[in-house]
């Protein structure tokens, strides 16, 4: 196969040994893991990124000639000059082939091949398989490499056939298996080389899932994509939860917002959003749960707000837990993610957030009524 090298090699089961740092690394030992080679990444920088990718071996030190044997290609990350003179030099050794990887900037750049494939930005839905559209399970159902996020149901994988590829690219809290910049240089790098791809994410791809970012490296690569959209996480935990977002009794709008902001730094602005007959719904919130209800607080929130936190929503291990924002912290707690906040009246227990019984005036009317329909049944009807 082409491996997009300056040699060519069937790289299936085979050793390919990587050496260097970088965003380049990441996106070339995805493309070599869709080739289906065993990689050995040689770097003395410690990392968390392919940990649990089997076909990945880290070996945390700086290269040596011990870490080619059985190797069937090199492949160079590295700018520094006096080890890619030495990595050839043991390469020729060796007998071993050694491959330079194109700088990223040089892969954006390219023009658009003949041979080009697409990208499927799809949602995964919010955990339960079940909600997935058809229309993203016949774009699985097609893939050729599918690129998916930490939460992704194993299920849903199950779909994908078995001859697509498969790389795992999710965030967790602080920590990426792969850089943002990486995953978008990959999505371009795999359709130039005609494959149909389709990035998987949880939830709906559109709502606090980087796709603006993988939507605008494609446009301006020429890339053909487009996108399906899921049912978002607000949407499938109020539902199981039995909560309405916009109960008219309650709520004339719904605001959501992420606790997760691109400056760590920066706290939310919640200075505002908190509003009468208004729901506010926060992702990612859990990791920083007492200070976001004590910050609500000192904007003005009374204690007493209706809140309810829902823990793995709409899989089998949901939990539901209701409290107000100055007794939510110890609720909680041992409450575990993936979770989601709902505050406002709408997320009140449901005991209290029931109907109120009809006036007397009207309890009349609907009796006359229900008398007059049953007038009119058959006999034996009922």
Known sequence: MDCGYSVKILLERRKVVVIGDGTAVDREIARLLVAGARVTWV????????????AVTHIEAEPHIGCLEGASLILLCTDQAPLRTRVVQWGE??????????PIAQVSQKTVTHGIGSVALVGAGPGDPNLLTLKAKDLLQQAE???FDQLISPDLLAMVPDSAAWIH?????GKARMQQEAICELLVDLAKRGKRVVRLKGGDPMMFGRAAEEIGALRVAGIPFEVVPGVTAALGCAAQAGICLTDRRHAHGVQFISATRAD???PPPWRGLLRPNQTLVVYMGLWRLEALCRDLMMEGAPPTLAVALICQGTSPHARVIRADLSTLPEAAGNAVSPALLIIGEVARDPAVNATKAPRPGRNRRFAALAAASAAMLPVGAG
């Open 264 to 266: 760590q730094n920066a």
């Open 169 to 173: 690219v999710g965030k967790t809290r």
């Open 93 to 102: 050794l060796l007998a071993i082939p050694v491959a330079l990887a194109e």
């Open 43 to 54: 770097s003395p920088r410690h990392s968390e990124t392919w940990r649990d990718e089997t």
């Open 145 to 147: 490499v599918v690129l």
